[in-house]
């Protein structure tokens, strides 16, 4: 489960940066990015290691801080 949790949270981090330059896409990406963040959480918590868990939580916390910052989060 470990391996499936990292896969997500390397996606969504990937797919974060990417859109993270841009002013529409980096809200439409934050949106986006949240909920693999949460599946990845969910897949990590299964798991005994920490890595995939650590990652999806680093990815969370980014995404619902630019959409704070930016007003897409009330």
Not at 10 to 22: P, Q
Not at 45 to 65: D, P, T, W
Request: with cysteine; net charge positive.
């Amino acid at each position: 489960m470990n391996i499936i949790s990292t896969i997500f949270g390397v996606v969504g981090l990937i797919l974060f940066i990417l859109t993270m330059f841009f002013p529409l896409l980096g809200a439409i990406g934050s949106w986006i990015c949240l909920p693999i963040g949460i599946l990845g959480l969910i897949f990590g918590a299964f798991s005994s290691k920490k890595s995939g868990r650590s990652i999806n939580i680093v990815l969370i916390i980014l995404a619902v801080l630019r959409l704070w910052l930016g007003g897409g989060l009330l």
